[in-house]
T-cell receptor, first 113, second 115 residues
Framework: QKEVEQDPGPLSVPEGAIVSLNCTYS??????FMWYRQYSRKGPELLMY????GNKEDGRFTAQVDKSSKYISLFIRDSQPSDSATYLC?????????????FGGGTRVLVKP | NAGVTQTPKFQVLKTGQSMTLQCAQD?????MYWYRQDPGMGLRLIYY???????DKGEVPNGYNVSRLNKREFSLRLESAAPSQTSVYFC??????????????FGPGTRLTVL
């Protein structure tokens, strides 16, 4: 079983809907949680970064971390066709060797006009 | 700031040929990483360099070598390319100072095909 599980999708939503993405993980030592967005044929770009539990909001994006359930979420409000991409979660232990990240496999999102 | 740059963007090799993928960052980051991304496999770490002068194996190091040339540059070498190394290769860097700043920033990728 993988350390970080993420539904590959695709997740198809109409424009303006809320996109809900999530990852589950098994390693309780993970403390840092990130979401990356990757457009087709491009490199991943960092969207959100959170430390430990709680919520973080940035514009239309909200990241939630529930460490008791080992579950993280990303919500995209008022979705736009430009949000169509693959979203990868990533996480890390505190003072991990080389500060390595563990990635989920990514969820493909398609926002239809 | 250019961030993380990679060359070349595309490459086609024949089985047995060698090549070096170049990566440079201008963010004064300590740590650098090489990943490969294959359909259905996600991002897999090949090698990383936690700081200048050190390199370590990641999840899938076989068939690859790396050099941390200086703080800015981290190269990945395929000595004898195989079709199984057909993939998209990403370089990333991280400030990685103590317990903060471990988010990684990625380059645009190199698409490699081995025939």
């Amino acid at each position: 079983q993988k350390e970080v599980e993420q539904d590959p999708g695709p997740l198809s939503v109409p424009e303006g809907a809320i996109v809900s993405l999530n990852c589950t993980y098994s390693n309780s030592a993970f403390q840092y949680f990130m979401w990356y967005r990757q457009y087709s044929r491009k490199g991943p770009e960092l969207l959100m970064y959170t430390y430990s539990s709680g919520n973080k909001e940035d514009g239309r994006f909200t990241a939630q971390v529930d460490k008791s359930s080992k579950y993280i979420s990303l919500f995209i409000r008022d979705s736009q066709p430009s949000d169509s991409a693959t979203y990868l979660c990533a996480m890390s232990r505190l003072r991990a060797a080389g500060n390595k990240l563990t990635f989920g496999g990514g969820t493909r999102v398609l926002v239809k006009p | 700031n250019a961030g993380v740059t990679q060359t070349p963007k595309f490459q086609v090799l024949k089985t047995g040929q060698s090549m070096t993928l170049q990566c440079a960052q201008d963010m004064n980051h300590n740590s650098m990483y090489w990943y490969r991304q294959d359909p259905g496999m996600g991002l897999r770490l090949i090698y990383y360099s936690a700081s200048e002068g050190t390199t370590d194996k990641g999840e899938v190091p076989n068939g690859y070598n790396v050099s941390r040339l200086n703080k800015r540059e981290f190269s990945l070498r395929l000595e004898s390319a195989a079709p199984s190394q057909t993939s998209v290769y990403f370089c990333a860097s991280s400030a990685a100072s103590g317990s903060v700043g471990n988010e990684q920033f990625f380059g645009p990728g190199t698409r490699l095909t081995v025939l």
